[in-house]
């Protein structure tokens, strides 16, 4: 469950701008929309809607959860592009990207950040917080020397995995661009310890980050052998008004080609190989077959519609179906997590490809389908059809905007005084509460169209072919 997420020097963000989920204890409305934190007397919001014009820097502050997990996940700052300091200030160059989860797993609220250079890993920590206590369970300095903290033996005594696995860490080297909790990763489970192992899982695993046009990795596995999924999954999609009231596979064999052999089994035992990553819609796969090493095993999804006549159905291919449709399939997944796991959802562009009155039932259903269940929705979105008070609370809307320097600066909606009964679209439409594009004055461009009044160009500046 994510507490707040913080970012500086940054892309568009220079100074340390903050995304906090604590609930306003002034607002009484959308009670369901929050969740208690166990061990402090304050609740998360569910969900956060960011808003703002383009260019204000709604899409960075996603970008900025992605970079930092990415150096989680990868293990080292050289698999892939360094950081993107604030570049509107010759300052910003040479300072560090700094980036903060504060987060909950279980009932342990952990704070993880770590501050990066061009030249590597500058800072990094990991503290632990009970009620006012905050204690590190380790800290790394710019010379790559990891101290463990207090925490591992006061608040986590029962974990002995977790303190032997420090302990032995700490005294390695490390490389300069390694993370010491990626290097912790690359290690078994079963040696981290049970706190370690959560902390880990939550940041790889359980914050899950869609930027625009994102598809979902274990979409086809889920509908082949998740059975409730993938009744719930046409439910949906027939209830939206798609035209699609079933999903099926289709499966056909073929031979294998020797250099595919050597690509699919470097997937996995089960040789399974996801054509999106090879920009492919998403929609098929191919794996070896398990019973012929020879063959391989094609797997298309397929939608079926019904025609005029009601009882025949049509099958058509999922990827030749509508951006939007696709889109809201690999969606579905975060509405209907498995076993009921808390999970953070992060989506860049929530409503491109959607209907407005699409992306309000999934707001609305995410908000209040599972209230035992601990999850959340961080999105971006233009769409202002989303901005009222029967669908979120106001502590759950942000602005987002860029000030006279360039930087980029979150607000939330709290901040502004705001009636219960106010219509907030309109609110934001009219300029209330700022985030709105400048637009000088775009007529005067019309002259450069070499049109005349009648809407016809001059014929003497025409070219006749």
Not at 38 to 52: E, F, I, P
Not at 377 to 389: G, W
Request: with cysteine; hydrophobic share 35%.
């Amino acid at each position: 469950m994510l507490i707040s997420f913080s970012v500086s020097n940054f892309r568009s963000f220079g100074e340390e701008v903050t995304l906090d989920m604590i609930a306003s204890p002034k607002l009484t409305d959308h009670t369901d929309h929050l969740i208690q934190i166990d061990k402090a007397d304050k609740h998360v919001v569910r969900t956060a809607m960011l808003y703002g014009p383009n260019a204000a820097g709604k899409s960075n502050l996603i970008k900025a959860m992605d970079y930092a997990q990415t150096l989680i996940c990868t293990g080292s700052q050289s698999h892939h592009a360094g950081p993107e300091p604030f570049r509107f200030d010759r300052s910003t160059a040479a300072k560090p990207s700094s980036f903060e989860f504060r987060f909950m797993v279980g009932d342990e609220i952990f704070t993880y950040g770590f501050d990066v250079g061009r030249r590597g890993i500058v800072a990094e920590w990991l503290s632990a917080l009970r009620g006012t206590r905050e204690k590190d369970i380790f800290v790394r300095d710019e010379k790559g020397q990891t101290v463990v903290g207090d925490a591992p033996k006061s608040f986590f005594s029962n974990d002995a995995e977790m303190q032997h696995t420090l302990s032995v860490l700490s005294q390695l080297p490390i490389r300069p661009t390694q993370l010491f909790l990626s290097r912790a990763n690359s290690l078994p489970e079963e040696s981290l310890g049970a706190t370690l192992r959560g902390v880990i899982e939550w940041l790889t695993e359980d914050l899950i980050i869609l930027e625009a046009e994102a598809r979902s990795c274990d979409m086809l596995e889920r509908l082949y052998s998740d059975t409730p999924f993938k009744k719930f999954a046409e439910s949906f999609l027939c209830n939206v008004d798609t035209g699609i009231c079933e999903l099926q596979f289709h499966e056909q064999s073929r031979d294998c080609r020797d250099h595919e052999r050597e690509i699919f089994q470097s997937f996995g035992d089960d040789g399974y190989m996801p054509y999106y990553r090879y920009g492919c819609s998403g929609d098929m796969d191919e794996r070896i077959d398990p019973d012929d090493p020879t063959k391989v095993i094609t797997r298309q999804l397929m939608s079926l519609h019904r025609g005029n006549e009601g009882d025949v159905r049509f099958m058509l291919p999922f990827g030749e179906e509508s951006d939007g449709t696709q889109q809201l399939l690999h969606y579905l997944p975060y509405l209907n997590p498995q076993q009921g796991r808390s999970r953070v959802v992060v989506i860049d562009e929530l409503d491109r490809s959607l209907h407005p009155k699409l992306c309000w039932e999934l707001v609305e259903f995410f908000s209040t389908s599972c209230p035992g269940v601990r999850r959340q929705m961080v999105v971006t979105t233009h769409e202002a059809h989303l901005l009222d008070q029967e669908l979120l609370r106001r502590d759950e809307y942000w602005m987002v905007e860029k000030d006279k320097t360039g930087q980029s600066r979150l607000t939330p909606l709290t901040d502004f005084k705001i009636r219960k009964d106010l219509n907030l679209r309109k609110g934001y439409l009219q300029g209330r509460f700022d985030a709105l594009p400048i637009i000088g004055d775009i007529s005067s461009l019309a002259e450069w169209l070499g049109c005349t009044r009648d809407g016809t160009k001059d014929a003497q500046e025409t070219p006749i072919a």
